[in-house]
């Protein structure tokens, strides 16, 4: 097989999701209903969570988590300036402050040591993400928010199939949020899930997922459902639609499979990038099981003559798709302004966006386009080498 280029990324789609999809247009029922349920039900067996409500993305559990906790305005909340928007924007809308902490440099996550330095009376939550996949230190965590009596929540939008010292992530902190995005492990097209032991928890983000209607009232244009309904709160309409439930469920039933793929995928560019001395491949650790969302390699600078965007000029020259996980919050324009956010105050997250570069990684890659991938990469070092 002769390759010439490889796309970031491509979907890994077959008949299961068509038919899926067809089966529910057929039944006429399209917003959330029994496919969403069994959805929640499959993937609350698979996590061992009590408790899994699926909603409309990410972002959308995340807020769902921390307003039913009770976070808002005068709170703070720990996190990591080295994520996507969503998590910040999640705590910004309960009207709650992010903290910001240093990553560590070697695995791109916050550490309970940082945090720990960011506590504050005002402290209501911490809110680490599992960067690519790859588990965040949770013993450390658990045991600050349960010595500060504070909340414990994950981003854990990369880390569907992630495990911590044995134990699925979703089950470890008070609450989890899963992304179903497009290019995620597992995707609904667009959509998100809450997992949680706190039964009060659950309640409360079930009723705000829908406009905070009394209970059964999703159902209330189906036979049997009834018209009345009372708002018990302000709510949010962040429900999953069965349609997206549909795509989901297909991607299910062959989970385990794609991330068998993703693993392979992963040995291979361990096993090609070990052979050069200008790149360092991702932190891969012994306590945990990598979800390998995405594949993040960092460049060498001081050995090289060339800096990161000139690096990814040249791949995307070679017909390499590639992007960046992540452009820290804090050279962002908004979080900059609102929060005189300075790069000097997170010289690893600033020093670890300048090296990053986010490889093609998906289930359907081959080993002939990682190889390719790799002998680009090796082929720019020597001619970039100082
Ligand atoms: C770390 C992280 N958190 C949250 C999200 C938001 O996920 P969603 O698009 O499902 O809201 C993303 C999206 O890519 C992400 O990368």
Redesign the pocket.
């Known amino acids: 097989m002769k390759v010439t280029e490889v796309p970031f990324y491509r979907q890994s789609f077959g008949r299961q999701e068509i038919a899926e999809l067809a089966d529910t247009v057929k039944s006429g029922w399209v917003t959330t209903g029994k496919k969403t349920h069994l959805l929640e039900a499959q993937l609350a067996e698979y996590l061992g969570a009590r408790h899994a409500m699926a909603v409309s993305?990410?972002?959308?559990a995340m807020h769902l988590i921390l307003q039913a906790a009770g976070i808002g305005p005068g709170d703070e909340v720990i996190t990591t300036p080295y994520?996507?928007a969503?998590?910040s924007e999640a705590i910004l809308y309960t009207g709650a402050t992010p903290v910001y902490c240093d990553i560590d440099y070697d695995s791109l996550n916050i550490t309970a040591e940082t945090a720990e330095k960011k506590i504050t009376r005002r402290t209501g939550a911490l809110l680490p993400?599992h960067i690519a996949g790859l588990p965040v230190h949770l013993d450390g965590f658990v045991r600050l928010a349960r010595q500060k009596k504070i909340w414990l929540f994950d981003?854990a939008?990369?880390a569907l199939g992630a495990e911590y010292k044995g134990r699925k992530l979703g089950t470890i902190g008070d609450a989890s949020a899963f992304?179903?995005?497009a290019t995620k492990n597992l995707t609904t097209g667009?959509?998100?899930l809450v997992t949680t032991g706190h039964k009060r928890l659950a309640d409360k983000i079930r009723l705000l997922s829908l406009h905070a209607m009394s209970k059964g009232s999703w159902n209330r244009y189906a036979k049997g459902g009834t018209w009345r309904y009372d708002l018990l709160d302000l709510g949010y309409k962040y429900n999953l639609s069965d349609l997206h439930a549909s795509l989901g469920l297909a991607q299910f039933a062959k989970f385990k499979a794609l991330q068998q793929k993703r693993h392979r995928a992963a040995k291979r560019y361990l096993k090609n990038l070990a052979e050069i001395d200008e790149v360092k491949p991702p932190l891969v650790e012994k306590d945990s099981l990598h979800a390998w969302h995405v594949f993040i390699l960092r460049l060498r600078l001081k050995r090289l003559k060339i800096n990161r965007d000139h690096f990814i000029m040249e791949l995307n020259r070679a017909g390499i798709g590639t992007s960046v996980h992540f452009i820290p919050l804090f050279r962002q324009s908004y979080y900059r302004r609102r929060f005189k956010l300075n790069p000097k105050d997170f010289p690893n997250a600033d020093r670890a966006f300048h090296e990053a570069i986010t490889l093609p990684f998906y289930p359907a890659l081959k080993t002939a386009e990682i190889d390719y991938v790799c002998g680009i990469i090796g082929d720019l070092c020597r001619k970039y080498r100082r």
Request: include cysteine; charge should be negative; aromatic fraction near 16%.
């Open positions: 993305s990410c972002t959308a994520t996507f969503a998590t993400v981003d939008a990369h992304s179903f995005y667009e959509g998100g």
